[in-house]
């Protein structure tokens, strides 16, 4: 079995190394501005291939006509997007060349916030207040019926990149007027003031396999907006909030028609009432290394199991390894050092350090989730003392 893989951004290595140790001949097809630059495990790739990307975007054509090229001479079996921003390409790739796999109006679903909310709201899921940035009288309409503040936010952008609140329905207009033609490819929604939750699954042969349910410490949007350490850890897996999320998880995996493969799906759990809104999901492994959380906490990683959904495909043969029932927490922040010294944190907890210039991050497991709770809230305050630096919102991905 042939698979080729789209990667416009560096990811996804523990895949191509799964999908070769599972005996796949491993087709690799990436951004030519990244020629040189990545560092791709090439001992588990058999062939590399570089499109001319913009800014690493695809050109949707051209890569069409380029793929069905190397399809003259191999025989693909399997096209896999590594990436959030390669899910469209892939699935066009798909209906163009027949394959098996999710096709473009599945996966509209899984990288349209506008999509993913209409369906999951079709399907009974409870979902923020939204209206669509299309027709100015619905607008009005929608900001009269829905109490402020409301958020701004593009249909397919992540990390919090672009994402506006709105306090007051004259604020809305003029930064509409900013956006001008883009307009149309913004939702306006309720802000649900809450903490956020994620719920990363397996799927295979629409049946959610495993999943796990973590809270961040503050929300998203906070964060990366007001600056503060991100966190987040492992529910207890028996208590009532990570019961209900892997059910909400279910039913949006359901509603939203995944097929295979895996899922970062995040849920606002509300402060007003207790009722947990579906916020977004994806049909990839979570950003921010939450990969090296549910590996550190149940030894799966997300990147591999990913890569034996696929090979096992339609024949629905897939079975998760029995998950370790462990705790984790991850603990990330920008830092004012170049090479932040983590050395003084030195608890048996600390799994994990992040290298990445003016990053400091761990990442911590233990059998008990209070012992978690405890080193979580102890370092919190250290690193704000030891790192932390604030660096404004920023309006492009850095990958
Ligand atoms: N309707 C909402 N109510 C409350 N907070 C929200 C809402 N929408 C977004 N946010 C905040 O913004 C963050 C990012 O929004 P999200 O829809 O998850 O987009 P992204 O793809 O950027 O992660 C969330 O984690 C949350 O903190
Ligand atoms: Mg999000």
Known sequence: MNILCLASYEKGHEFLREAKRQG???LLLTSLSLQGKADWPLESIDEIFYMPDEDHAWNRADTIKAVS???RTRAIDRIVALDDFDVEMAAALREHLRLPGMGETTVRHFRDKLAMRMKARENGLNVPDFVHVLNHGALARFMERTPAPWVLKPRSMAGAIGIKKIHRAEELWPALEL???MQSFYLLEQFVPGDIFHVDSIVSEKQVVFAIASGYGRPPMEVSHGGGIFTTSILERES????????????????????????HTE????????RIHFLETSARVGGAHIVDLVEAATGLNLWAEWAKVEVAGEDGGYRPP???RDY?????????QQHPDTSAYNDAEIVWRMVQDHHAGLL?????AARIRELLSAYEPRFTKDFYAYEPPRDKPSH
């Open 24 to 26: 796949c001949g491993v």
């Open 69 to 71: 090229y190397l399809a």
């Open 179 to 181: 956006l001008g033609d």
């Open 240 to 263: 009532d909030d990570a019961l209900r999320l892997v059910a909400e998880n279910e039913r949006a995996m359901a509603a939203l028609g995944m097929v295979r493969g895996v899922s």
């Open 267 to 274: 849920f606002i759990k509300a402060r007003a009432d207790g």
């Open 322 to 324: 029995v998950p370790n």
């Open 328 to 336: 984790a927490a991850l603990l990330i922040s920008l830092a004012r």
């Open 364 to 368: 911590l497991k233990s059998p008990s």
